[in-house]
């Protein structure tokens, strides 16, 4: 499992996100269901975490 932080646009794969989860790179809430790119974080202490972020251009969000 790569556990690098994700680059914008970029992540293990394509996915869609059950409701709660927020955007790192745009701090936004993400919608039931909405496509996502699923990611890995490092973290300093502990296992990296899963995070998800927009498919599309968080700027257009």
């Given at each position: 499992?790569?556990?690098?932080?994700?680059?914008t646009r970029?992540?293990?794969?394509?996915?869609y996100?059950a409701?709660?989860?927020?955007?790192p790179?745009?701090?936004?809430?993400?919608?039931?269901?909405?496509r996502?790119?699923?990611?890995?974080?490092?973290r300093?202490?502990?296992p990296?975490?899963?995070v998800?972020?927009?498919?599309d251009?968080?700027r257009?969000?």
């Amino acid at each position: 499992m790569d556990t690098q932080p994700c680059q914008t646009r970029r992540g293990e794969y394509v996915t869609y996100c059950a409701s709660g989860e927020t955007c790192p790179d745009c701090n936004k809430p993400i919608k039931t269901l909405e496509r996502v790119w699923r990611c890995t974080q490092q973290r300093p202490t502990g296992p990296a975490r899963v995070v998800y972020r927009h498919y599309d251009d968080c700027r257009t969000i």
